[in-house]
């Protein structure tokens, strides 16, 4: 079955370093790949996606590129702000009619002054 | 702009009670989702709609029943809760047009069963 993997948490930045979330992805044909973000408090919210091969996805600064080669959608950013520390989700959504999102497990960002 | 709204936010429940969860959402969206998370876990799917009167199981359904009488409502009942039951639940809901995969998230309900 489908089937998202994230690296394990949770992760401590100083504020203006360089931040890689690693998602892998396990799915048949070509699914639509999603980030998301939970900030505290609040309920889980679109960061970007990407929808096909070699794609790239931005939003606020991050990015994550689609690889179909390596089955990975890692989410990047130069440049981390306090206000980015939260749970990132990565997640798939199936080729296929009535198909679902999947999330991984969520791995918890905390940026530090 | 309320967007999706549920209540309530926290709840201590005993083996056996059983409550509704609510959720209500204010975007005309016509597919609506319940998703629990436990910890250490990614969102498991328990239920879904894809309009009013029209329902369907998720990954994880068993111990849960929902209706959806109306577009904006689609409330999730416990009837017999149990510790196993105890998670964050997220109620969501989106458009599903062509191209638009975006789900809109409540701010959770914290469940406890002791």
């Known amino acids: 079955g489908n089937s998202v993997t994230q690296m394990e948490g949770p992760v401590t930045l100083s504020e203006e370093a360089f931040l890689t979330i690693n998602c892998t992805y396990t799915?048949?044909?070509?699914?639509?790949l999603f980030w998301y973000v939970q900030y505290p408090g609040e309920g889980l919210q679109l960061l970007l996606k990407?929808?096909?091969?070699?794609d790239k996805g931005s939003n606020k600064g991050f990015e994550a590129t689609y690889r179909k080669e390596t089955t990975s959608f890692h989410l990047e950013k130069g440049s981390v702000q306090v206000s980015d520390s939260a749970v990132y989700f990565c997640?798939?959504?199936?080729?296929?009619?009535?198909?679902?999102?999947?999330f991984g497990k969520g791995i918890t960002l905390s940026v530090r002054p | 702009n309320a967007g999706v709204t549920q209540t309530p936010k926290f709840r201590i429940l005993k083996i056996g009670q059983s409550m509704t969860l609510q959720c209500t959402q204010d975007?005309?969206?016509?597919?609506m989702y319940w998703y629990r998370q436990d910890p250490g876990m990614g969102l498991k799917l328990i239920y879904y709609?894809?309009?009013?009167?029209?329902?369907d199981k998720g990954e994880v359904p068993n111990g849960y029943n929902v209706s959806r009488s109306t577009t904006e409502d689609f409330p999730l009942r416990l009837e017999l809760a149990a510790p196993s039951q105890t998670s964050v639940y997220f109620c969501?809901?989106?458009?599903?047009?062509?191209?638009?995969?975006?789900?809109?998230f409540g701010s959770g309900t914290q469940l406890s069963v002791l």
């Open positions: 799915a048949t044909g070509y699914p639509s």
């Open positions: 969501a809901s989106s458009y599903e047009g062509r191209n638009n995969e975006k789900l809109f």
């Open positions: 990407a929808t096909k091969a070699d």
């Open positions: 997640a798939l959504r199936a080729t296929g009619a009535n198909s679902k999102l999947t």
């Open positions: 975007m005309n969206h016509n597919y």
């Open positions: 709609s894809v309009g009013a009167g029209i329902t």
